[in-house]
C-alpha cells in the first residue's frame, strides 16, 4: 500500500504481511529485505500502510500502533517517533518528507488531526503548520466503536471519548473524556457509572455519568488476573451486588469483576474452539443471568451462565444463510432476544435467548441499507435496539412494529428500487393507516409495524418503484389469524448459579415459551402455585416487536422443602389465548457433602472452608475416589469450589458415563456440573476423582 526509492533501492509497504520489502529498483528481486520488527524488545508491524523519505531515512507509518518509525536505508531501525497522542494520527491516504518536514494526510474519521494535512518536524514530528478545520463536537462523532444505553442516555464511545445522548432528543449534548492516548472499545451502564473497557491501554475505567469524573480503573497490558490483552467489551449484572463482566479478547477469556470496587471475582475461557474456549472475541452482553459473546474467531455465538460455563452455542459455520456468520462484533440482548451485528454480511441478526437458534434478521435500519464491513455494534434497551453503523457514522434505534407480513413481485420480474404500501380504500376496522415506507434496494418479504384490535381481512395496495419502470401496482390479501399460539416449552426450574444460593434457597430460573405462526405472539401469562395452593401470577410478558416464537425465562429464587408447579398461557396480537398448560411438580432440595443419602469411598477429607455452603467441603487429590448419591430427581448440580490447580471428576447417571468437568477457577459455590432428566424418577449419580488435581465438593441441588 505504499512505495519509496533511496537511491537504487524500492521500499514497499506490504500491509498483508505487516512487513516491509526492499528491493533492488529494476524490480530484480535480487538482495530484497524484508523487517517485520522494529525497536528494543522488539515489536511487531500491525498494518505498515505509507511510506517516505527524505532521500536518506525511510519512515514508516504503523497504522495499528498509531506510530511513525524511522529507518536507515539499509531497515536498520534508528527510532520510534512519538507523536503527542495517539489520538493526534489517523493517517490512511498518504505520506510525503522533504530535507526539513514531513507531510501527513490525515482522513481517518478520529479526533486530533482528522480531515486536515500537517506539517511536522522529521526529529520531534511537532506540528508546525495545519491545514483543514475539521473538529469533533459533541454531535458529530469520528471513529464511533461502542454503544450503549440505560433509561435516560445513549452513549456513543468515540476513541478518547463518550459521547452522551439523551435518550428524548436525537442528538448528543455532551461529551466525556477519558484519559490517555485511549480507544473506548466497549460500553456498560448502570444508571449512575459507566464502566469503559479501554483497548488501547488494556485497561477497564468506572465513571460517573453526572460529572464525567474517573471513579476508579484497573488493568495493564498482560494475561494476569489484574492483567488485559486489548479488551474490547464488558457488561453488567446486577447479580452478586452489582457484577462486571470483561470481554478480554488478546486472552481470549471472560474477566468477572465486582462493579462496586473492580475487585477480581473469577474468570473463564481459554483460546480455543470448544466449550468454554474463545477467539478474539469482539462483543459481550448480558440479562443479569447469563452472558452472550460474539467469539468472532470461531464464527458462532455463545451464552454462558453467570459462573462461566457454557449453556448453549450456535454454528460455527461461516456463511451467508440464516444462523451463519461472517466475522460478527456486536452483541445485545433483553433476555428474549439476542441481536448479532453481523458485519461481513451488513446485517443484524435475531437470535432465540435460550437456545440461540435463528429467528430473523435486518438488511437495513432507519431506511438506509448497510454496506459490507458494517454494522458493527449492537445495545438493547426498553425494546429498542440500537444500531451502531460505523460507515455512515449513524446509530439508529429501531422500534419494533406489528405483525402483518406483505410479499409481491413485479410484473416485469425486475428488481424493485423500492416498495411503498398504501391501503386501497377504507382502512379496515381496527387496524391503523401505517405511514409510507420507503427501503432502498428492498426485495421480498419484510414485517411492517401495523396493530390490529381485532381479527380482520381485506386488501392492500402494493406499490413497485423500478429504476427504469413505470410503476405497477399489485393486491396482497390480508389473511385472518383464527389459530392460538401453541406452548411448545413446559414452564421447567433450572439453576442459574451457585453464587446466589445459601443452604434454604436456590437462585433460579423458570423457561417455558411458544410459537404462533399467524399474526405473531403478543404476551405471555406465568403463574405459580406454592405447596398445592392457589395459583398467581408472577411474569407477564409483552412483546415489543412481531415475533413467531419465544423462549422466555423467569428469575427466581426458590426455597428448599417446598413443593412449586408453575403453569403458562400465551395470546397472540389479534387475540386469540390458549388454554392453561403445566409444568411437572417439583421441589428443590439441597444436600451437603455429607448429606443423607450421600455415600463416599475411601480417601476424602473434609475440612471446613470458609464461604462454602454449609461451611465444609469434600476434598481429594487422589484419582478413583467415589461419592454417590441415589435419590428421585428430575435435574441434580454438582456444587464445589474451584482452585487454579483444580482437577476434573467423571459423572456417571445410572452407571453411564456422562462426562468430566474441570475445577479449575478461584471461587467457591461454582457449578461443576448439571444433569437433566427426561423423566423424573429414581437416578444413581456416581462422581469418579480424576486425580490430575484437587477437587472439591461442597453440596449437590436436586429438583425432586
Not at 484419582?623 to 474451584?642: C, D, E, H, N
Request: charge should be neutral; charged fraction near 15%; include cysteine.
Amino acid at each position: 500500500t505504499g512505495v519509496a526509492v533511496i537511491g537504487s533501492n524500492l521500499y514497499v509497504a506490504d500491509l498483508g504481511n505487516n512487513r516491509v520489502v526492499r528491493l533492488s529498483t529494476a524490480l530484480t528481486g535480487a538482495g530484497w529485505l524484508a523487517k517485520t520488527s522494529y525497536g528494543t524488545p522488539a515489536v511487531s508491524f500491525s498494518e505498515p500502510n505509507e511510506l517516505a523519505t527524505d532521500g536518506v531515512s525511510l519512515y514508516v507509518h504503523d497504522a495499528v500502533n498509531f506510530a511513525l518509525v524511522k529507518f536507515t536505508s539499509g531497515l536498520g531501525f534508528v527510532r520510534k517517533l512519538a507523536p503527542s497522542g495517539a489520538a493526534a494520527w489517523n493517517l490512511e491516504m498518504g505520506m510525503a518528507a522533504s530535507s526539513t518536514s514531513l507531510y501527513l494526510v490525515h482522513v481517518g474519521q478520529y479526533p486530533g488531526y482528522s480531515e486536515q494535512v500537517t506539517k511536522d518536524s522529521l526529529t520531534t514530528l511537532a506540528v508546525t503548520k495545519v491545514s483543514g478545520s475539521r473538529v469533533p463536537t459533541p454531535d458529530k462523532w469520528m471513529a464511533a466503536n461502542a454503544v450503549a444505553a440505560d433509561a435516560v442516555n445513549t452513549y456513543v464511545g468515540d476513541r478518547s471519548r463518550i459521547l452522551v445522548c439523551p435518550r428524548s432528543d436525537t442528538g448528543c449534548t455532551r461529551e466525556i473524556t477519558v484519559s490517555g492516548d485511549s480507544y473506548v472499545s466497549g460500553i456498560a451502564s448502570d444508571g449512575t457509572y459507566l464502566y469503559v473497557t479501554d483497548s488501547s491501554n488494556s485497561d477497564v475505567r468506572k465513571i460517573l455519568i453526572s460529572t464525567g469524573l474517573e471513579a476508579m480503573s484497573y488493568g495493564a497490558f498482560g494475561a494476569g488476573n489484574e492483567q488485559l490483552a486489548t479488551p474490547s467489551g464488558i457488561a453488567y449484572s446486577p447479580l452478586g451486588g452489582g457484577t462486571l463482566f470483561v470481554l478480554d479478547k488478546g486472552n481470549s477469556r471472560v474477566v468477572s469483576r465486582l462493579a462496586s470496587n473492580l475487585t477480581y471475582v473469577g474468570q473463564g475461557g481459554t483460546p480455543g474452539s470448544g466449550d468454554t474456549q474463545l477467539s478474539q472475541p469482539e462483543g459481550i452482553a448480558s440479562d443479569g443471568f447469563f452472558v452472550y459473546i460474539a467469539d468472532t474467531g470461531n464464527t458462532r455465538i455463545v451464552k454462558w451462565s453467570f459462573s462461566l460455563t457454557q449453556s448453549a452455542a450456535s454454528s460455527s459455520t461461516a456463511g451467508t444463510g440464516d444462523g451463519q456468520f461472517q466475522n460478527p462484533q456486536g452483541i445485545a440482548t433483553d433476555g428474549d432476544s439476542v441481536w448479532v451485528s453481523d458485519t461481513q454480511n451488513a446485517n443484524v441478526q435475531r437470535l432465540s435467548a435460550y437456545d440461540l437458534t435463528f429467528l430473523s434478521k435486518t438488511a437495513a435500519a432507519g431506511g438506509k441499507t448497510f454496506t459490507v464491513g458494517s454494522p458493527n455494534r449492537v445495545a438493547a434497551i426498553d425494546g429498542r435496539l440500537l444500531i451502531l453503523d460505523k460507515n455512515r457514522s449513524h446509530v439508529y434505534e429501531v422500534w419494533g412494529g406489528g405483525p402483518l407480513k406483505l410479499s409481491a413481485s413485479p410484473s416485469d420480474s425486475t428488481v424493485p428500487f423500492g416498495y411503498r404500501f398504501d391501503w386501497s380504500g377504507p382502512v379496515p376496522t381496527g387496524w391503523s393507516a401505517p405511514d409510507p415506507s420507503v427501503f432502498i434496494g428492498d426485495t421480498g418479504v419484510r414485517n411492517y409495524g401495523w396493530t390490529s384490535s381485532s381479527v380482520v381481512g381485506g386488501t392492500v395496495s402494493v406499490l413497485l418503484s423500478n429504476f427504469a419502470q413505470t410503476s405497477v401496482p399489485t393486491l396482497v390479501a390480508i389473511t385472518p389469524d383464527a389459530a392460538a399460539p401453541v406452548v411448545d416449552t413446559l414452564p421447567t426450574p433450572q439453576i442459574v448459579s451457585p453464587l446466589g444460593t445459601s443452604t434454604s434457597s436456590i437462585t433460579s430460573q423458570i423457561i417455558f415459551g411458544g410459537t404462533d405462526a399467524g399474526s405473531g405472539l403478543a404476551s405471555a401469562q406465568l403463574q405459580r402455585s406454592i405447596n398445592g395452593g392457589a395459583y398467581s401470577t408472577v411474569m407477564t410478558w409483552t412483546a415489543s416487536a412481531p415475533t413467531p416464537g419465544t423462549t422466555l425465562a423467569y428469575n427466581t429464587t426458590l426455597k428448599t422443602g417446598t413443593t412449586y408447579r408453575f403453569r403458562t398461557r400465551l395470546t397472540d396480537r389479534v387475540g386469540n389465548v390458549t388454554g392453561w398448560t403445566y409444568g411437572a411438580a417439583f421441589a428443590p432440595a439441597m444436600l451437603q457433602e455429607n448429606g443423607l443419602g450421600v455415600t463416599a469411598s475411601g480417601g476424602w477429607t473434609r475440612p471446613a472452608i470458609a464461604g462454602s455452603l454449609g461451611g465444609y467441603v469434600r476434598t481429594t487429590s487422589a484419582a478413583g475416589k467415589t461419592l454417590t448419591i441415589k435419590t428421585t430427581m428430575s435435574q441434580f448440580v454438582v456444587v464445589g469450589r474451584t482452585t487454579v490447580t483444580g482437577g476434573s471428576i467423571r459423572v456417571y447417571v445410572d452407571g453411564v458415563f456422562l462426562g468430566a468437568t474441570s475445577s479449575i477457577g478461584s471461587a467457591n459455590r461454582q457449578l461443576l456440573a448439571l444433569v437433566p432428566f427426561a423423566t423424573k424418577k429414581v437416578h444413581t449419580i456416581k462422581l469418579v476423582s480424576v486425580g490430575d488435581g484437587p477437587i472439591y465438593i461442597d453440596a449437590f441441588v436436586v429438583f425432586r
